[in-house]
């Protein structure tokens, strides 16, 4: 059964950059068949996609936040990683790494998200 | 960019009652590129229709999707206590893919 886990730190200052990473376990990142995309939910709030990665290293990136956004991927060790940059308040929210079709979808690098990962919440404050 | 608009933003109702959730789009959604999660608190969203009708591997048949176009619709046939949270629509017709505000399903 795959899975997906979010890691890094839950605290980040203004201005610097916010870094996770995504393990994924039960099954190998290298597939044909999937991209491996960041979402994130402020508080309270809904959801933003905010890009997704193919085990090649292909990017697709939310415009809203592209300008700040760098996801890579690890397929040594079987995770993807993203960094947030400038970061302000406003970055606060639990982000989730999920896995992608990677056919069927009217665009390259989006589609359904199956299975997340549990979530961690990063709190942007000095 | 695609806008989608759930509504009503809460429904308030018993169990084994039916629940009818809309989700409207700005514009069509290509190929009714469309898929529903439920949140409860605390949890990731689960998956639970994709392709705005075909249901995801584990759900209960009572949760059934239909539309097209810009118009798409959840339905829990009969609500059991389990299924009291937050459902979200999602289009991944055209990049950027973006999410409904979503509907809070609670016991009336």
């Known amino acids: 059964q795959l899975q997906l886990q979010e890691s890094g730190p839950g605290l980040v200052k203004p201005s610097e950059t916010l870094s996770l990473t995504c393990t994924v376990s039960?099954?190998?990142?290298?597939?044909?068949?999937?991209?491996w995309g960041w979402i994130r939910q402020p508080p309270g709030k809904g959801l933003e996609w905010i890009g997704s990665?193919?085990?090649?290293?292909?990017?697709y990136y939310n415009p809203s936040l592209k300008s700040r956004v760098t996801i890579s991927v690890d397929t040594s060790k079987n995770h993807f990683s993203l960094k947030l940059s400038s970061v302000t308040a406003a970055d606060t929210a639990v982000y989730y790494c999920?896995?992608?079709?990677?056919?069927?979808?009217?665009?390259?690098?989006?589609?359904?998200?199956?299975?997340w990962g549990q979530g961690t919440l990063v709190t942007v404050s000095s | 960019e695609i806008v989608l608009t759930q509504s009503p933003g809460t429904l308030s109702l018993s169990p084994g009652e039916r629940a009818t959730l809309s989700c409207r789009a700005s514009?069509?959604?290509?190929?009714?590129?469309l898929a529903w999660y439920q949140q409860k608190p605390g949890q990731a969203p689960r998956l639970l229709i994709y392709?705005?009708?075909s249901r995801a591997t584990g759900i209960p048949d009572r949760f059934s999707g239909s539309g097209s176009g810009t118009d798409f619709t959840l339905t829990i046939s009969r609500l059991e206590p389990d299924d009291f949270a937050v459902y979200y629509c999602?289009?991944?017709?055209?990049?950027?893919?973006?999410f409904g505000g979503g509907t809070k399903v609670e016991i009336k």
């Open positions: 392709g705005a009708s």
């Open positions: 990665i193919y085990y090649s290293g292909s990017t």
């Open positions: 514009q069509s959604v290509s190929s009714s590129y």
């Open positions: 999602q289009q991944y017709g055209s990049s950027p893919l973006t």
């Open positions: 039960g099954g190998s990142i290298i597939s044909s068949s999937y991209y």
């Open positions: 999920a896995r992608l079709w990677r056919s069927g979808s009217g665009s390259p690098g989006i589609n359904w998200f199956d299975p």
